[in-house]
C-alpha cells in the first residue's frame, strides 16, 4: 500500500498533497476528536491509502457506517479490496461534492462526522465555498468537521461554521494543523469563535496527546 501511495503521489502530486500516509499519532489523535460509543455516520474526504479509515473502522459500533470519497482510481480499487469484508465501508471513487447525493441514495439524513485531508488550498475559491457548504448541511445539528492540513487557510473560508478549535500536531511529517468546526445552528449573534491548542510534541515533552 505505501509503494502504492508514492506511485500515486508520483503521477498526482496535487491530488494526493503528501509524499507518506499519516503518521499513527496523527491518525490516533484525529480519531479521538470523535465519539464511536454509539452508531455514527461518517464521511471521509481523500482517504488516499486508508490510514485514517482503518482507525476508524476499528471503533466504530457494528452498526455505523463510513463513507470513503477517493478521486484517485488505483486508491479508490486498493480501498475496495481493503475493506472488502467490512459492510460499514462504502467507496466512493469520486468527488467529495456527491456527499449529499450518496448520503440520500443509501438512507442516510446526514453525518455525525466528516474528516478531510485533501489540500482545500489548491481548490479554485468557488468550488471550496461550494464544498464547505455542502459539508455544513450534511452534518447533523452538533456534527463536526475536521481536517488535518499543512496550512490552516481554510479557516478564513468556513465562516459557514459557528466554532472552531485548532492545534498544530507535530508528530508527523509534514506537521498538520488539525481543525475541528463545529456546526452550532442554535447559536445566535455573536460571530464565529476560535481557539487554538498548544502544538503538540513528544520531542518538547508535552506528550501525544495522512495522507490526503
Not at 475559491?125 to 448541511?137: G, H, M, S, V
Not at 492540513?149 to 498538520?176: G, W
Request: proline share 5%; aromatic share 10%; hydrophobic share 40%.
Amino acid at each position: 500500500m505505501s509503494t502504492l501511495f508514492f506511485k500515486r503521489f508520483l503521477k498526482r502530486p496535487f491530488q494526493i498533497a503528501s509524499i507518506v500516509p499519516s503518521s499513527k499519532a496523527l491518525v490516533e489523535r484525529v480519531a479521538s476528536k470523535m465519539d464511536f460509543t454509539q452508531p455514527r455516520v461518517i464521511a471521509e474526504y481523500g482517504p488516499g491509502e486508508g490510514v485514517h479509515s482503518r482507525e476508524i473502522a476499528r471503533r466504530m459500533t457494528p452498526d455505523s457506517h463510513l463513507l470513503l470519497f477517493e478521486l484517485d482510481a488505483a486508491l479508490a480499487r486498493a480501498l475496495e479490496r481493503q475493506f472488502a469484508g467490512d459492510r460499514r465501508v462504502h467507496v466512493i471513487h469520486g468527488d467529495a461534492a456527491s456527499l449529499p447525493y450518496e448520503l440520500k441514495r443509501r438512507g442516510f439524513a446526514s453525518c455525525d462526522y466528516i474528516l478531510s485531508g485533501i489540500p482545500f488550498s489548491i481548490l479554485k475559491i468557488e468550488k471550496k465555498r461550494a464544498l464547505l457548504r455542502k459539508t455544513y448541511d450534511a452534518l447533523k445539528p452538533d456534527g463536526k468537521f475536521i481536517i488535518y492540513q499543512v496550512t490552516n487557510e481554510l479557516k478564513q473560508h468556513a465562516t459557514v461554521f459557528q466554532r472552531d478549535e485548532s492545534e498544530y500536531f507535530l508528530q508527523n511529517i509534514p506537521p498538520m494543523f488539525i481543525t475541528v468546526f463545529h456546526k452550532t445552528p442554535s447559536a445566535q449573534g455573536g460571530g464565529r469563535k476560535s481557539t487554538k491548542s498548544k502544538s503538540r510534541s513528544r520531542l518538547a515533552g508535552v506528550g501525544a496527546e495522512r495522507s490526503a
